[in-house]
């Protein structure tokens, strides 16, 4: 069982980044995906997550509106599509899945079961 991501980089204020998740051993669309960052010297947060029920998502005030997930099921992997990226936006990027994940706690780190391995996005000029 393993998440992959990757599609991280150096990109100027304004720009977008892509970045994927790939699932293996395991059914990325059966389980509730969550897209989390950590700044420099800063705890790791959660940025936004797809409901496994319906494909629900859900953002964090801060990227929305810029940031948007998604999905391709036959590939078994997840997206988290970035624009008019920010300074602030700066952080290495996690995805994580987990299958029994309620609403009140789409948003904790320990409601996950598994994670990938992080990727860094950089926005600076």
């Known amino acids: 069982v393993q998440l992959q991501a990757s599609g991280g980089g150096l990109v100027q204020p304004g720009g977008s980044l892509r970045l994927s998740c790939a699932a293996s051993?395991?059914?990325?669309?059966?389980?509730?995906i969550g897209w989390f960052r950590q700044a420099p010297g800063k705890e790791r947060e959660w940025v936004l997550g797809?409901?496994?029920?319906?494909?629900?998502?859900y953002y964090t005030d801060s990227v929305k509106g810029r940031f948007t997930i998604s999905k391709d099921n036959a590939k078994n992997t997840v997206y988290l599509q970035m624009n008019d990226l920010k300074p602030e936006d700066t952080a290495v990027y996690y995805c994580a899945s987990g299958d029994r994940i309620i609403m009140s706690t789409m948003t904790r780190l320990s409601a996950y079961d598994y994670w990938g391995q992080g990727t860094l996005v950089t926005v600076s000029s």
């Open positions: 797809m409901r496994r029920n319906d494909g629900r998502t």
């Open positions: 051993g395991f059914t990325l669309a059966y389980t509730t």
